[in-house]
């Protein structure tokens, strides 16, 4: 069993920096984010290898975002950073057998999400 509670969430203006935090317990497994915005499917952020020897980001992220474990802290990382109003969502971490998994299906395991609002 996997348990994970995201924070870090909040209100931040367009250009500005956030990070979430992912804190984990029970097996150490590639750890994903994920957003959902009011009104659309929910989308693949990044995600991070069970060492965090290796990371995967969706297009619109990359350059801006980066993702991060401590596994001794059993706690995983998302710096964002450049937020536009279209980050805006809320965000959640999952927990997936698969290395680097990039499809919400390929995931087990899901935090209750935090609200990420960026104002323009």
């Not at 348990?3 to 500005?16: I, W, Y």
């Not at 750890?31 to 991070?48: T, Y």
């Not at 980001?57 to 995983?76: E, L, M, Q, W």
Request: aromatic letters at 10%; hydrophobic letters at 35%.
């Amino acid at each position: 069993q996997v348990q994970l509670v995201e924070s870090g969430g909040g209100l931040v203006q367009a250009g500005g920096s956030l990070r979430l935090s992912c804190a984990t317990s029970g097996r150490t497994l590639t750890i994903g984010w994920f957003r959902q915005a009011p009104g659309k499917e929910r989308e693949f952020v990044a995600a991070i290898n069970w060492s965090g020897s290796s990371t995967n980001y969706a297009d619109s992220v990359k350059g801006r975002f980066t993702t991060s474990r401590d596994n001794a802290k059993k706690t995983v990382h998302l710096q964002m950073n450049s937020l536009k109003p279209e980050d805006t969502a809320v965000y959640s971490c999952a927990a997936s057998w698969r290395t680097l998994a990039a499809h919400d299906y390929e995931y087990v395991y899901w935090g209750q999400g935090t609200q990420v609002t960026v104002s323009s």
